[in-house]
């Protein structure tokens, strides 16, 4: 393929300087002396503006100056741009006003990233931006409760896989609306590959390989107005999945025809745009194809939440040939019980061990990108498995399930997205063993515009698989979780497939998790198939 060789043809020498180009910050024009945005009279607020990352005394502010997003630099010069924000108490910005400012580099795309610390703790704030004559969209955030605190409730939307050509994001829209904590929102962001087969509308251009293809791609997600309302109503806690960069990738392996070397340039590239659209802390910035998004996020004494990375440091899926990445139907593969294979990589799976032990939370929720609970599929031939699903990488989910059952104290419940329905499940000790205990629950989102597998389909994975209490890929949607220090609650929002702008949005079905009691119970009837009997 051209952009194989074109990478590949680079070397090892020309491919580390490549990537030490990508992070390298460069003075520009002027050095570090900002200069005034050129009077173009174009809006350099076309992306909007997000917040995310909330502790009890900071939270991250961010945007990206961009009056024409689809040309390099966003039609900017190349060189820094100063620009002033502003947060307050009130929409008026008269109570409580904190301002600063702040540089907009070039190297970054423009984008900016302000942590404004020494806050309050749990209060809700008003925030904007300043650029020459120009005014930002006003966003609203928060700062979490002080780490002792006692905390009445927790209310945030999972969300999860957002093909931009598949659907409106209609579903942002009602997410916007919300009174809400948080967004979580844990993987496929954006989508790298197209389908014409269910377009509704177009991205911008070509699939990206190189940083400016992010970029666009990121600005084409951007410019829709559900999700830059979405953004500018709550704080936003994010982890990724594989489309931000390439479906299927592990780690340094690549789906596609790319060498390691040269896949790890993509990977570096996407990273990059990643972090230069998202409201991530600025020490969170990536390093060549490296980027540690995993994270601890404290609600008080009512929640400690992690948001978890299983794509950047996974082994390849089991049993492909050549050391591609890929995920396939597998059945009598011997290397999925390898011990040594990994979803999360060693070191992040003794973090979040620690993590785990160290939690006085009084719920410990894991927020990472895929399904925990086993999905395998019985047939006459043995049971068939996903190799690119938890059920790929058996031994690793084991090892989670031990550090879970390990620390009693504090309830905990997997929060996932990936496979495009709503999942509710019970998670045991051995989650291959039926008479094992009952450790954890798990929900999961469907996606917010993606399309799934057939209901077919996943009628007979309900089937092989009891410990999945619910399952439907009929519909798009997105869970709306409200904890509180007895109870989680769990209202599946979902529409039809496509999502249309005028989508209607219902309750697809209601669950809640009772403290001391793993496991979701049904608190509502949910809503029939189209076409079943009621």
Not at 49 to 57: L, N, R
Not at 135 to 155: C, F, K
Not at 473 to 479: A, I, V
Request: glycine letters at 8%.
């Amino acid at each position: 393929m051209q952009r194989r060789q074109l990478l590949t043809g680079l070397g090892g020498g020309a491919a580390a300087l490549a990537l030490g180009l990508l992070f390298t910050p460069r003075s520009g024009i002027g050095g570090d002396r900002p200069e005034r945005l050129p009077p173009t009279g174009d809006d350099p607020f076309t992306l909007g503006v997000a917040s995310g990352m909330p502790t009890p005394d900071s939270v991250v502010l961010w945007t990206r100056l961009a009056p024409r997003p689809f040309e390099p630099l966003g039609g900017l010069p190349d060189a820094p741009l100063g620009l002033q924000w502003e947060l307050a108490e009130d929409e008026r910005f008269a109570t409580g006003l904190r301002r600063g400012e702040a540089l907009a580099r070039p190297e970054h795309g423009h984008s900016v990233h302000v942590e404004v610390g020494a806050l309050p703790s749990d209060r809700r704030y008003f925030y904007r931006f300043r650029c020459g004559e120009a005014a930002s969209p006003v966003g609203r955030t928060r700062t979490a409760p002080a780490a002792g605190a006692d905390v009445a409730r927790l209310r945030l939307a999972l969300a999860s896989c957002q093909h931009y050509e598949q659907g409106a994001f209609a579903l942002h829209r009602e997410i916007a609306q919300q009174e809400l904590d948080l967004v979580v929102f844990v993987g496929d962001y954006l989508y790298e590959s197209s389908n014409p087969r269910y377009r509704l509308r177009r991205f911008e251009g070509a699939r990206p390989t190189t940083l400016e293809g992010y970029r666009r791609r990121h600005a084409t997600y951007k410019l829709d107005p559900d999700l830059r309302a979405a953004h500018a109503a709550h704080p936003w806690l994010l982890t990724w999945d594989d489309h931000e960069v390439e479906n299927d990738y592990a780690g340094d392996a690549s789906h596609e025809e790319w060498d390691p070397a040269a896949f790890l340039q993509v990977r570096a590239a996407a990273y990059k745009a990643y972090f230069e659209h998202m409201p991530v802390s600025p020490r969170m910035a990536p390093r060549g194809a490296s980027m540690a998004i995993q994270a601890h996020h404290g609600w008080g004494r009512l929640a400690d939440l992690w948001t978890l990375d299983n794509r950047q440091y996974r082994s390849p899926q089991a049993c492909n040939e050549g050391g591609h990445a890929g995920g396939r139907m597998l059945g009598g593969c011997a290397a999925l019980e390898d011990a040594g294979r990994t979803m999360f990589g060693g070191a992040q799976e003794r973090w979040i061990a620690q993590e785990l032990a160290a939690s006085r939370g009084a719920w410990r929720l894991l927020a990472q990108s895929t399904q925990v609970a086993p999905a395998c599929i019985d047939t006459p031939l043995g049971p068939r498995v996903y190799s690119d699903s938890w059920d790929g990488y058996p031994r690793a989910r084991e090892r989670l399930m031990a550090a879970i059952a390990a620390q009693p104290r504090g309830d905990v419940v997997c929060l996932g997205g990936d496979v495009h329905r709503h999942v509710a499940a019970r998670l045991r000790a051995d989650p291959r063993d039926p008479r094992s205990p009952v450790v954890a629950s798990e929900f999961v989102t469907s996606s917010l515009t993606t399309r799934s597998a057939s209901d077919t389909a996943v009628q007979w994975m309900l089937a092989s698989n009891p410990d999945l209490l619910h399952a439907r890929s009929d519909e798009r949607g997105y869970l709306l979780i409200e904890l509180d220090a007895q109870r989680m609650s769990c209202a599946m929002r979902a529409t039809a497939f496509p999502v249309r702008s005028a989508a209607r949005v219902h309750t697809q079905a209601s669950w809640v998790v009772e403290r001391g009691r793993a496991g979701p119970q049904l608190d509502t009837v949910q809503t029939p198939r189209p076409g079943a009997s009621a």
